[in-house]
């Protein structure tokens, strides 16, 4: 049956006229550098428009504010990463101010507004224990480290090799959607050795990205987070969603000096045992 | 050979086959074009993991499916019209006749691209099962439903092929 099936496909098909394969693969190699170097610059959504970036001095005043002295990088607590309930008192994201509520479902986007950057100090020194390669796995132990108390799952990673992870937050409003991605920069930002720089960008037409937090660091990796208002697609749909952070909390995590192409030996091994399988996303 | 190189000559080598599966699956040349544009992009994006793959074959078709399923979630209805079943009587003329890829057209994404797996890319349960990221049994309830589905659909001089 099996070869009989396939000769009808195949004599369909034959009756078929394709157009010309044309140069599929130049095309795809030079959309596929593109796309590299975009991610190397942290430019964000490719294809996609963006409505505006907002003000990042004017959003982050006190200690975010590139005149205010700096931000310390949040402190280190754990928290086991599991679908379990995160413990009341669970780590913050130490070092922000108070934490706005995240924005509910159906309530206005965030205003487009001027298109700025803002520098922060951040904590070079801090967590430079022995170092491992980052993995996805140790991703999404820091990354459940330095988030809000609430209940995360739907763990991920993206398709391919690049350091991509997602993961849900439940505040008690319903699951909300992270992503946080992370590179290495062509070159780093020449404005010293202790500053990064951050974008923060509202992509009006993409849930999956509705709020963007870019950190350049001093090293030159680039930290991505992204805010959705949205879950992830299961099969059907991208199920609206309420954004499970606000701007100031992505930039609380985005900071943080753990975050690197190298990691802290003890998030990659703690992420390989809290993470030893994750399916893979998008 | 440079990462460049070897992907260069493996897209090469399987374009078209990508391209066909892709028509196969939305039966519309222009989105099959799109569709393969889009996972050859993906692949080169993550060729150093690809590479590793047992089967790269699967592997790029793993990426395709997930691109055309991707493809479906974000459009309603750009997809071929060949696909809106047509109300009985269509075996009552030779004319009429639903071909393969017509009835094909009337499973849902999922199920269409487990057939096409497995009976036109000659794939395994479990291959298919793990390009498509669901249980063996799924592929295999799926299947059997599916076959039904094209039998009762397929005009019966079709239909001895599923005996």
Sequence with gaps: MTEELRTLMRSELSAERPPPLGDLVGTAMRDGRRIRRIRRLGALGAGTAVAGIVALAATLSGPFGAGAGGVQAPAAAPAPPSAAATPPGAPTPSGAPALEAPRRLGAPAPPAATATASRVRIDVNRGRGPQMKATSAAMLELLTRLLPPGRTSNYGVATGDDLHVQLYLDRGRGPGMIRVSMGKGASPPGYGADMAELTIEHLADNCIQSTVVDAFRPDGTIVQVDIATCLAWDGKQNKPAGAALTAKQAVAIAVDARWGMTMDADLVLAGAKHFPSLPEFG | ?163
Aim: proline residues 2%.
């Design chain 2, 1 to 163: 050979m440079t990462d460049d190189e070897a992907f260069a000559e493996f897209a090469h080598a399987q374009a078209e086959r990508l391209r066909t599966t892709a028509f196969m699956l939305c039966r519309d040349w222009h989105l099959a074009q799109d569709l393969t544009q889009t996972a050859l992009t993906r692949l080169y994006l993550g060729w150093r993991k690809a590479a590793q793959a047992d089967n790269l074959v699967a592997y790029a078709q793993k990426i395709l499916l997930r691109a055309y399923l991707d493809h479906r979630r974000r459009r309603s209805s750009t997809e071929s019209a060949t696909g809106v079943l047509r109300e009985g009587g269509y075996r009552e003329s030779p004319d009429l006749r639903l071909t393969m890829m017509d009835a094909l057209a009337q499973l849902p994404p999922r199920d269409r691209a487990i057939v096409i797996l497995r009976y036109f890319e000659d794939y395994s349960v479990e291959q298919t099962a793990e390009v498509l990221d669901v249980p063996a049994s799924v592929v295999k309830s799926q299947t059997k439903r599916s076959l039904a589905k094209l039998r009762e659909l397929l005009a019966a001089d079709q239909l001895a092929l599923f005996g």
